[in-house]
T-cell receptor
């Protein structure tokens, strides 16, 4: 049973550029949540997707956007990158019946220079 | 607002010592409570959970009891191993919002 997978593992971008991160949920899960984890901090909720729509959003600017596909996989897009966007980006999947019980992928380490 | 507060680390213990990592929370309603563990360079792994007051979650020798009266969910293990060295995160979540709110994490170092 494949768990949550994310790609790429690492990414280096320059300020002002745009980035797309990808996530495939655990088999049987239909809900995907994204979190940002700065170094030495706990993860912060960005948003959650279910039925291809954004259902919940945390306190992140509109530069952060996402998408969910019919196969439940998801993308996180960040525009106009800032140095402060450097972080580990975690994807978590769950089923809508228990959306708070989330299983995390290994994350994508984004470095903005 | 909703939040989670964990004891500051790092916590350094000798192998076979008793572990307690304190966690308290503020939340509206009756959230579910979780402990996640993060090993170096990896994502978060669900360690244990409790969904209602007085529930005890347990896994791999770790335990935590949902204490509604003290809004706490302290993590304990009777005898730690070197392989338990990691960062531990306490979190709460609600089926209404679907999001998890995490504490800042507590680093555990176990020395042989």
């Amino acid at each position: 049973d494949a768990g949550v997978t994310q790609s790429p593992t690492h990414l280096i971008k320059t300020r002002g550029q745009q980035v797309t991160l990808r996530c495939s949920p655990k088999s049987g899960h239909d809900t995907v949540s994204w979190y940002q984890q700065a170094l030495g901090q706990g993860p912060q909720f960005i948003f959650q997707y279910y039925e291809e729509e954004e259902r919940q959003r945390g306190n992140f600017p509109d530069r952060f956007s996402g998408h969910q596909f019919p196969n439940y996989s998801s993308e996180l897009n960040v525009n106009a990158l800032l140095l402060g966007d450097s972080a580990l980006y975690l994807c978590a999947s769950s089923s809508q019946g228990s959306s708070y019980e989330q299983y995390f992928g290994p994350g994508t380490r984004l470095t903005v220079t | 607002g909703n939040s989670v507060t964990q004891m500051e680390g790092p916590v350094t213990l000798s192998e076979e010592a008793f572990l307690t990592i304190n966690c308290t929370y503020t939340a509206t309603g009756y959230p579910s409570l979780f402990w996640y563990v993060q090993y170096p360079g990896e994502g978060l792994q669900l360690l244990l959970k409790a969904t209602k007051a007085d529930d005890k979650g347990s896994n791999k020798g770790f335990e935590a009891t949902y204490r509604k009266e003290t809004t706490s969910f302290h993590l304990e293990k009777g005898s730690v191993q070197v392989s338990d060295s990691a960062v531990y995160f306490c979190a709460h979540g609600s089926s209404n919002t679907g999001k998890l709110i995490f504490g800042q994490g507590t680093t555990l170092q176990v020395k042989p």
